[in-house]
């Protein structure tokens, strides 16, 4: 399998966020992928190794992913061992390939090595290491023919070094091009070569406060927790004159530059960033290694962390500021919303199907968490659908909200005041503009709403009155917007209990024809396997009649994720060995999901060992389909699927997913109140491809 190689054809082509989404692309696949820098700038690495490797989990030994240090590199190419250079990256590179299935290398930076050790190099090391050759460039500041002009000039190059090209990826792009380079690019590429273009992205083109602290080394005074360090800057502001009329330069996300015994700028700057009549602040420099007075510094210590940063840097403000001018954007281990931005882009716009077939990988059975999560976004963007979140002030609901549109997973709305959820958003620094967000109480839709709950509840007692009221709760007003096709699923339970989340659903919704339950299933997702495990959240002591519907509905929603159900109705004995009411309701539950599943591989009652070890399995159950190779675990009642299900994600460190609700008309999810950010983002593109069963009206 060859292994491909990654460069920039120029710098600042943006190499990085292409790498990234190549990476994300590969590691979906059951391969072994290795990554590789030829040149980084120390022993440690580099910014772009570390991500690649706190992310994907590679296994494999630090001094493989480099082949030698940008000292070495310049060192050996001076003393005109050019020759000696390339056969050291080699011994690297191949001791790595001999560790991975295929590699992903990713090529020297312009800007960190002697000019020998660009272009020309890179072409070198793809050819001499064997790779398909994937070059970078930006359309960035070009009209567009220049930039047609710049890919015939790289395309050029490459061919005259022999390179072996597989794909050309055209970054940074102003959108208004995108069409026409497409268009335009096609008839004077080869045939065979693959061609991606993408967008400029306003996240990617500006630096953190974090990049360039760290560029500067400066040191923290104030404030500055993970995500305050994460926020963009847009610009920044060297504050020399009287406050009035500085306020007047501070724009949104700038950072500001001024002398540590500018008390008057530092104060009006923290005041600035707390009003809502000025712009957000990103951060403060005070120059010249001075603190601020003791008084002013107690009072910065006093503040909120995720509040503006103060930093100071030893140099003067004009050093200062042209050393901050020459920082740029990069990606970051952590920064969560650079990363998500990155892979929205290539998600968009790189043909992963595409991709892959060109590399010939070859797909197995493993399946990883990673792989798992990111199959769930890509069915989820492969036909978006609408997904209501009632817990708009929530701050976990509005970061996954952000990294949900920045991967365009689906059309959102959030539930609750406008003002205070804007207001929450810019104190958070996030952008959820493209989100929209409706307040139950003022909604031109509550009544429409309270006629229909009405009509649905009044043979229980309901009144009008109290339908309209109903409206105003949240989770009753998300379920109403379900219900009457306004959106296609919900998302709740962060801050709600599961009661609040699923007992409207259960009002409105109602079950599936031919269902007669709804319950839950956790998609554990363990390090080369996703089992599905029903129900762990919702029926505490189901019957044998339940018991079999969730059998079923359970494999249905497995085979709805992609994994072939082979279920386990789990019981303490096997077979026919065990007396006693529990087990003959779990063997009452066999025979009547047999007779409503007949095609169904299905075993019971099993033991766990016995459905997941082959060796018990032939012993105990020996020619069964099912033992050994159980995929789908159905508990006898909640208290053993509940505690089984957590001992298994603390002691195997497995992902558990959910709980997923099954078996109502349309999907409604909920979550748990400790659930963190990618838990809501795996949650609502679960419950988006739930959505999109049955042309999206019904769903697992």
Excluded at 149 to 178: F, H, I, K, W, Y
Excluded at 237 to 242: D, H, I, K, W
Excluded at 375 to 397: C, K, N
Excluded at 584 to 595: F, M, S
Aim: charged share 25%.
């Amino acid at each position: 399998m060859q292994s491909l190689y990654i460069m920039g054809a120029e710098p600042d082509s943006g190499k990085s966020v292409v790498s990234l989404g190549i990476m994300e692309i590969l590691a979906a696949v059951n391969r072994r992928i290795g990554f590789f820098r030829p040149v980084v700038p120390e022993p440690a690495g580099d910014d772009l190794t570390s991500l690649i490797l706190q992310r994907y989990g590679l296994d494999l030994a630090p001094d493989l992913l480099f082949g030698c240090t940008a000292e070495t590199a310049r060192r050996l190419s001076v003393e005109g061992r050019y020759e000696t250079l390339l056969k050291l990256i080699l011994d690297k590179f191949k001791r790595l390939e001999e560790a991975s299935d295929m590699v992903v290398c990713v090529g020297t930076d312009f800007s960190r090595v002697a000019p020998a050790l660009t272009f020309d190099f890179n072409a070198d090391l793809a050819n001499n290491l064997g790779c398909l050759s994937l070059p970078v460039l930006s359309g960035s500041e070009r009209t567009l023919e220049q930039t047609l002009d710049a890919m015939g000039l790289a395309l050029e190059s490459l061919g005259s070094r022999g390179c072996d090209l597989l794909a050309m990826v055209v970054n940074r792009v102003p959108e208004p091009q995108l069409g026409p380079l497409r268009q335009r690019a096609r008839p004077l590429l080869p045939e065979s070569l693959l061609l991606y273009a993408l967008p400029e992205h306003p996240s990617l083109g500006h630096p953190t406060v974090s990049e360039v602290v760290r560029r500067l080394g400066a040191v923290p005074l104030a404030g500055g927790d993970d995500h305050a360090l994460t926020q963009l800057v847009g610009s920044f502001r060297v504050a020399a004159m009287e406050v009035p009329h500085f306020l007047d330069y501070v724009d949104d996300g700038c950072l500001i530059i001024t002398p540590g015994d500018r008390s008057d700028i530092i104060l009006a700057s923290l005041l600035a960033d707390e009003s809502t009549g000025y712009p957000r602040v990103a951060g403060l420099l005070l120059t010249g290694g001075m603190d601020p007075a003791p008084q002013l510094l107690r009072l910065l210590e006093g503040r909120d962390a995720s509040k503006v940063p103060v930093f100071r840097v030893p140099d003067d403000t004009f050093t200062t500021s042209l050393a901050v001018s020459q920082v740029r954007p990069t990606l970051l281990p952590g920064d969560e919303r650079k990363i998500a931005a990155a892979l929205g882009l290539a998600d968009s716009h790189i043909d992963a199907g595409e991709l892959r077939q060109r590399l010939a990988l070859r797909h197995s059975k493993r399946i990883t968490p990673l792989m798992f999560e990111y199959e769930l976004v890509r069915r989820a963007r492969s036909r978006r659908r609408h997904i209501v979140l009632p817990e708009g002030l929530d701050e976990r609901i509005l970061r996954a909200a952000e990294i949900l549109a920045l991967r365009d997973v689906a059309e959102l709305t959030l539930l609750g005041e406008p003002e205070r959820i804007w207001q929450q958003a810019s104190e958070l620094g996030l952008n959820v503009e493209q989100v929209a967000v409706i307040d139950p109480l003022d909604s031109e839709w509550r009544e429409t709403f309270a006629n229909e709950y009405y009509e649905l509840r009044r043979h229980k007692g309901l009144s009008w009155q109290m339908a309209y009221d109903a409206m105003a709760d949240v989770s009753y007003f998300g379920t109403m917007m379900v219900h009457m096709g306004m959106a296609d699923g919900m998302v709740s339970g962060a801050a709600h209990t599961t009661q609040q989340t699923i007992r409207p659903a259960f009002e409105i919704i109602r079950t599936r024809p031919g269902v007669k339950l709804v319950s839950s299933v956790f998609l554990m997702c363990l390090p080369d396997q996703v089992l599905v495990y029903g129900d762990c959240a919702v029926n505490p002591n189901p019957d044998a009649e339940q018991l079999a519907d969730i059998a079923v509905t359970s494999a249905e929603t497995a085979r709805m994720f992609g994994i072939e159900p082979r279920v386990a109705m789990l019981s303490y004995s096997t077979g026919e060995s065990g007396k006693g009411a529990d087990v003959e309701r779990v063997r009452a539950a066999v025979r009547i999901a047999r007779e409503r599943a007949p095609e169904l591989k299905l075993e019971g009652p099993i033991q766990y060992d016995a459905a997941v070890d082959t060796h018990v399995a032939r012993s105990k159950l020996p020619g069964s389909e099912v033992a050994g190779h159980a995929s789908v675990f159905i508990f006898p009642d909640l208290n053993t699927g509940n505690n089984t299900y957590k001992a298994v994600q603390r002691s195997a460190g497995a992902v558990a997913i959910g709980p997923v609700l099954q078996g109502l008309n349309k999907p409604v999810n909920d979550l748990s109140r400790g659930c963190t950010v990618t838990d809501i983002v795996n949650t609502v593109a679960i419950t988006a491809i739930q959505a999109q069963g049955d042309g999206g009206q019904g769903g697992a």
